[in-house]
């Protein structure tokens, strides 16, 4: 008796409870933009996927010894005391992304987040973060300066159904990098140009004579998440002539899909790369330290791994002759002209951005805390003296001559790039992919793949949402 | 091998108050409502903290909550679609495979013969060495999962890992060629100690004299074990087992070496639950990955009744 009445009562309690499920959405109502505009006490907090010794540590000494002090300084000569903190996180991507899902479901989180920008369109269609002209006011979000200074297509990285949702942190572009001290051991030039994937695996031939040397990393399988999508199967995708998304349709079990993971098996059934590196928990970290060592030749990645991988001082795997020993191509379509609108070459690209929490004390202030870190000064001290594609031209102009890859990135790359859909499909459409990779590089036949790999995606979008298979 | 379970005991000892209870006899003197009020801070305790989340866990099993997404905003409640799905799911079967591969390899058979070994060997040692080697096997199982976990990847490196070297097969990825298999030793080398402390108490209950008799009458040490020792600890066993298969069951720490992988060829339920909640593949599917906890749970249940059962037969 005592037992079914506390069972009662812990269930009439759950199912009150239950409409809880989900989230509040607050805000919304007028003048909200406006809250605490006036205070003269304000707290504020970053959040940011970066740590002092870890992760992107050069970003989190830059918030914490640049930004913190000098925009305390700013808002003190207006009469504001204003306090930021830094909550830096330094862990895995999809680590860091649930632990800020989770802040903003419960109303907590920084005041201005950073979050990488193809995770844009689940947040907002979770109504998890907002569009900037709900959040600071459409006026005051217009009236910022930088925006002139913003490329349109690094601009649509912060947009989501055509609403600005925050600025981004930069962008980046994909080539092959290659290791000019095996390419001359084997016979290969050391301004390689593939011109089409025939010419990869020619030279991925010529580089398996020289023994103890991986031919070439082509990122694949699960263990090595977005990496696999963005530095695999979407560059080779668009070298096929199509786009995972396109006229509202993912695209299914095509021919195009087919020749990508062929080429999978190519390299992984040819002895022409690691496959059991596809499958270590920390196959990236380990490719990384591979190629430092000489020990792999071709390396499809983005730029990231010039400036913050192989770099001499700061990188994670250090390659003191970095600039004499590697190389970089152009990622090359299937044969040329075969590339999505009949490109002979391509590449994708990504990048971070930053939102303004909705769940914010103080709207006005994150969005001048935003602003104030994408300003001309802030953007280049960021960099700390090292050349990135920022989101700002003035700066990018400034910096990048000094660097011929990432003078290479803003002038051969970004014209041909193409960015991934940021829709809320989007991540699961990606884990197909690399489920797909996965089981191509651990033997099974691409035919068999494509079809598991269409069940997935129909599961995942619908029937309706699917093209071709 | 996790810590003891609390919910494991309460399951043993519930036979015994059943049975007072059903005498009605009110032996402290405090009535209904004196007895009441004393229990209620506990029962308020075990509803918040037991029952409450576990209707939760099922009423989220019910939805398609997400963590982001349309349906992080208003999720819809969507019947038994979870559980069937889970049901049609080669992800699902696979996870099931993979556990019952791990507790019936690790712990039923593992841990328990290893223990049992250790403490018949150790009874007849000199006290120094003994205490030794059962201060090193107890190391084994206080020392954090985190650390022990660390420990095994430097073991199991596939490039200058400790146990190429040793036994000199160079390239040899332990963990990405057989992790199955190297999981099942690891969680034997871990959690050795609980059983083997547990037969070396039960041990010493055998009456010396009986064991003695047998050896005059000349019975080898197989004899011996099978038809002396072994009815004297059936009941030691079978408690020891249920504990340690619930613990095996339930064990995350596979996540710490593997993380389920490679291509789930390691992914035991609960790697599976985590990684479909909030780990990489499923994105965020809090709702399936509760309806898959609950089968978990049913299944923990199963497995406890089946060794009351057991028990109880013994008993009577």
């Known amino acids: 008796m005592r037992q079914r009445l506390i069972l009662a009562g812990a269930l009439s309690a759950s199912l009150v409870l239950s409409g809880c499920l989900g989230q509040q959405q607050n805000g919304g109502q007028q003048g909200a933009e406006n809250r605490n505009a006036d205070a003269k006490d304000v707290t504020l907090t970053i959040t940011s996927n970066s740590v002092a010794g870890g992760k992107n540590a050069l970003g989190a000494a830059w918030i914490a010894d640049w930004v913190i002090p000098r925009f305390t300084e700013a808002q003190k000569a207006k009469g504001v005391n204003a306090t930021v903190k830094f909550d830096g996180i330094g862990s895995d991507d999809k680590d860091y992304k649930t632990k800020i899902a989770l802040d903003f479901n419960t109303g907590g989180g920084g005041d201005v987040v950073e979050l990488d920008g193809i995770w844009l369109g689940e947040f907002a269609q979770a109504g998890q973060v907002k569009p900037l002209d709900e959040v600071v006011g459409r006026e005051k979000a217009d009236a910022w300066d930088g925006w002139g200074q913003v490329p349109d297509a690094v601009e649509a990285l912060g947009k989501f159904e055509n609403k600005r949702y925050g600025i981004p942190v930069g962008t980046d572009g994909r080539v092959l990098f290659f290791n000019k001290k095996l390419f001359a051991q084997a016979g290969l030039p050391a301004d390689w140009q593939p011109k089409s994937w025939d010419d990869i695996i020619t030279a991925g031939q010529k580089l398996k004579a020289l023994p103890g040397v991986i031919p070439i990393q082509l990122n694949g399988g699960t263990a090595m998440t977005e990496a696999t999508t963005m530095q695999g199967v979407l560059p080779l995708l668009v070298g096929t002539g199509k786009q995972i998304y396109q006229d509202g349709k993912w695209l299914g079990a095509s021919q195009n899909l087919r020749d990508v993971l062929g080429l999978y098996q190519r390299i992984y059934g040819g002895g022409l790369g690691d496959p059991l590196m596809q499958q270590e928990a920390k196959g990236r970290d380990r490719s990384f330290a591979q190629f430092a060592e000489n020990k792999i030749g071709i390396l499809m990645e983005s730029d990231y791994f010039w400036r913050s991988v192989v770099e001499p001082t700061k990188g994670v795997a250090k390659m003191a002759d970095r600039n004499t020993a590697v190389g970089w191509a152009l990622v090359p379509a299937k044969t040329s002209g075969a590339g999505v609108g009949g490109q002979d070459f391509v590449s994708m690209s990504g990048g971070a951005i930053r939102v303004v929490n909705p769940n914010t004390k103080y709207p006005q202030q994150a969005w001048e805390l935003l602003q104030f870190m994408n300003s001309f000064e802030a953007t280049k001290a960021r960099l700390a003296g090292s050349a990135q594609l920022t989101q700002r031209d003035d700066v990018n102009k400034e910096v990048l001559a000094g660097d011929p890859m990432l003078n290479f990135i803003a002038t051969k790359v970004l014209p041909i790039t193409r960015f991934r859909p940021g829709l809320a499909d989007y991540p699961a459409v990606s884990s197909a992919l690399q489920q797909a990779t996965a089981d191509v590089i651990s033997g099974k036949s691409p035919d068999d793949v494509a079809a598991a790999y269409q069940a997935a995606l129909v599961k995942v979008v619908g029937q309706d949402k699917v093209a071709g298979g | ?316």
């Open chain 2, 1 to 316: 091998m996790a810590d003891p379970g609390v919910g494991a005991t309460t399951l043993l000892e519930a036979p015994v108050a059943r049975r007072a209870s059903g005498s009605r006899v009110d032996t402290a003197g405090l009535g209904v409502v004196r007895a009441l009020g004393f229990v209620a801070p506990a029962l308020v305790l075990i509803g918040v903290f037991l029952i409450f989340p576990a209707l939760w866990t099922l009423y989220i099993g019910i939805t398609n909550y997400r963590l982001t997404g349309p349906a992080s905003v208003s999720p819809q409640v969507v019947g038994f679609s979870n559980f069937v799905e889970a049901l049609n799911d080669a992800l699902f079967g696979n996870a099931v495979w993979l556990s019952l591969l791990f507790v019936v390899g690790s712990a039923v058979i593992g841990q328990n013969l290893l223990g049992f070994a250790l403490a018949w060997t150790l009874r007849s040692v000199r006290p120094g060495l003994r205490r030794l080697v059962e201060g090193l096997v107890l190391l084994a199982w206080i020392l954090p999962g985190v650390v022990v976990a660390y420990l095994w990847i430097a073991v199991l490196d596939r490039s200058g890992g400790t146990l190429n070297a040793l036994l000199s097969t160079p390239g040899t990825a332990w963990l990405l060629q057989y992790p199955m298999a190297s999981l099942i030793v690891f969680n034997t080398w871990r959690g050795t100690a609980f059983s083997m402390m547990l037969y070396g108490s039960a041990l010493a209950a055998v009456p010396p004299s009986q064991l003695e008799t047998a050896r005059l009458a000349g019975a080898g040490s197989v004899g011996i074990v099978r038809d002396v020792v072994f009815p004297h600890i059936r009941g030691h066993v079978l408690t020891n087992t249920l504990l340690i298969s619930l613990w095996t069951f339930n064990d995350f720490t596979p996540f710490l070496l593997t993380a389920g992988g490679p291509n789930h060829r390691s992914e035991t339920l609960p790697v599976f639950i985590y990684q479909q909640a909030i780990g990489g593949e499923g994105n965020g599917r809090l709702g399936y990955a509760s309806a898959i906890s609950l089968l978990l749970l049913l299944v923990n249940l199963v497995m406890a009744l089946v060794y009351l059962g057991l028990l109880r037969r013994r008993q009577s």
